[in-house]
């Protein structure tokens, strides 16, 4: 079986752990790559066919062709379910590739049973499976906890908190911020990434001329701005570290972690569940989308995004479990079992 994944591989190892394990032969390309004879097209983020940036009406014609043509080759199109909109907002373009995506493809793979069954009724004719998001076994370096807090400086009495992924919006870091003060834990320490600044409110990228004449009132403007996250960042019990993400760094701070906290309030899925699942850490998430349902068969725990003061207590319970069990609850995310499915999928799709 020949399959051609839509964009090029990055830094993200979610699809690498089902390579490794399936017997299908995956190959990364683009909507140009139509020379070779493939058994199906398998499409994850839309945005990723683009290399993440917005298309062009020209780009998103010529994606209409691409999958008109695979449509008159009875080249199956397959559509791993990650996002129902774009992380950082939808612009119209946007709205019409994810459109394109949902129209044109045959088969919905999802995560969990709450988007297969909203989305069975929106697309009641497509094939909706769903199949589980597999655990990070080969590519992350699992380490002890006393080793990855050596690496990050990070007492051994700590308690130590992992915001896993990115904090993309506002709502998110606030959230999260005023979970930090209210949480009234003895050595707590929440540790991130990079933490997400308050920007000048007009994008001044592509405007030449405003940015000559702005400048000097955005650095005014971002400086007083961000005054508040500065004086935290300046806490002993806040480490938002500054350095480029990759494995190795992630490996550390979910090592060095006693909770790992899902930031997200209006998301669909999280891979970070699987990580801080992969590492045999505490997790703790929003009750929301697909993440309702793992947090729950797993044993792990959720809270109400719109509640905070039900996140502090979740996280005061989580800090005080020694070890999470979940035991036989992972066997199906496991690289070889989730492989197995999608091995299953795309020969039933020849057929």
Same mark, same amino acid.
């Given at each position: *079986?020949?399959?051609?994944?839509?964009?090029?591989?990055?830094?993200?190892?979610?699809?690498?752990?089902?390579?490794?394990?399936?017997?299908?032969?995956?190959?990364?390309?683009?909507?140009?790559?139509?020379?070779?004879?493939?058994?199906?097209? =398998?499409?994850?983020?839309?945005?990723?066919?683009?290399?993440?940036?917005?298309?062009?009406?020209?780009?998103?014609?010529?994606?209409?062709?691409?999958?008109?043509? !695979?449509?008159?080759?009875?080249?199956?199109? &397959?559509?791993?379910?990650?996002?129902?909109?774009?992380?950082?907002?939808?612009?119209?373009?946007?709205?019409?590739?994810?459109?394109?995506?949902?129209?044109?493809?045959?088969?919905?793979?999802?995560?969990?049973?709450?988007?297969? *069954?909203?989305?069975?009724? *929106?697309?009641?004719?497509?094939?909706?499976?769903?199949?589980?998001?597999?655990?990070?076994?080969?590519?992350?370096?699992?380490?002890?906890?006393?080793?990855?807090?050596?690496?990050?400086?990070?007492?051994?009495?700590?308690?130590?908190?992992?915001?896993?992924?990115?904090?993309?919006?506002?709502?998110?870091?606030?959230?999260?911020?005023?979970?930090?003060?209210? =949480?009234?834990?003895?050595?707590?320490?929440?540790?991130?990434?990079?933490? =997400?600044?308050?920007?000048?409110?007009?994008? %001044?990228?592509?405007?030449?001329?405003?940015?000559?004449?702005?400048?000097?009132?955005? /650095?005014?403007?971002?400086?007083?701005?961000?005054?508040?996250? !500065?004086?935290?960042?300046?806490?002993?019990?806040?480490?938002?570290?500054?350095?480029?993400?990759?494995?190795?760094?992630?490996?550390?701070?979910?090592?060095?972690?006693?909770?790992?906290?899902?930031?997200?309030?209006?998301?669909?899925?999280?891979?970070?569940?699987? %990580?801080?699942?992969?590492?045999? /850490?505490?997790?703790?998430?929003?009750?929301?989308?697909? *993440?309702?349902?793992?947090?729950?068969?797993?044993?792990?725990?959720?809270?109400?995004?719109?509640?905070?003061? =039900?996140? &502090?207590?979740? %996280?005061?319970?989580?800090?005080?479990?020694?070890?999470?069990?979940?035991?036989?609850? %992972?066997?199906?995310?496991?690289?070889?079992? &989730?492989?197995?499915?999608?091995?299953?999928?795309?020969?039933?799709?020849?057929?």
């Amino acid at each position: *079986m020949n399959v051609l994944i839509l964009g090029f591989r990055d830094a993200n190892p979610f699809f690498d752990e089902i390579e490794k394990e399936s017997s299908t032969h995956f190959t990364y390309g683009t909507i140009q790559d139509i020379n070779t004879n493939y058994d199906a097209i =398998l499409i994850h983020w839309p945005e990723k066919i683009f290399n993440w940036k917005e298309p062009s009406i020209r780009d998103l014609d010529t994606f209409t062709t691409f999958l008109k043509t !695979r449509k008159q080759e009875n080249c199956p199109i &397959v559509h791993c379910f990650h996002n129902e909109r774009r992380h950082y907002g939808m612009t119209s373009n946007f709205e019409t590739l994810y459109k394109l995506v949902w129209t044109y493809a045959d088969v919905f793979i999802h995560f969990g049973s709450y988007s297969k *069954m909203k989305y069975e009724k *929106m697309y009641p004719e497509k094939v909706h499976e769903v199949i589980p998001h597999p655990l990070y076994l080969n590519s992350f370096s699992k380490i002890s906890k006393t080793i990855g807090r050596k690496h990050l400086e990070i007492s051994e009495k700590s308690k130590v908190i992992y915001i896993a992924g990115k904090l993309r919006k506002k709502a998110e870091r606030d959230f999260i911020l005023k979970a930090f003060d209210k =949480l009234d834990v003895e050595d707590k320490l929440f540790l991130g990434h990079i933490l =997400l600044k308050n920007k000048f409110p007009i994008d %001044l990228s592509a405007r030449i001329g405003l940015r000559k004449l702005l400048s000097p009132i955005k /650095k005014v403007y971002e400086y007083c701005a961000n005054f508040d996250l !500065r004086k935290k960042l300046a806490s002993e019990d806040i480490k938002f570290l500054e350095t480029p993400v990759n494995t190795k760094v992630i490996s550390n701070c979910v090592a060095a972690s006693d909770v790992v906290l899902i930031p997200r309030l209006d998301s669909l899925n999280s891979g970070s569940i699987y %990580l801080g699942f992969t590492f045999n /850490k505490m997790v703790v998430g929003p009750a929301i989308g697909n *993440m309702k349902e793992i947090l729950e068969k797993t044993g792990a725990y959720s809270f109400n995004p719109e509640n905070i003061n =039900l996140l &502090v207590n979740t %996280l005061k319970e989580a800090l005080n479990v020694n070890e999470p069990n979940y035991g036989v609850n %992972l066997e199906a995310m496991y690289p070889k079992n &989730v492989a197995k499915k999608w091995d299953e999928l795309f020969v039933n799709l020849k057929q």
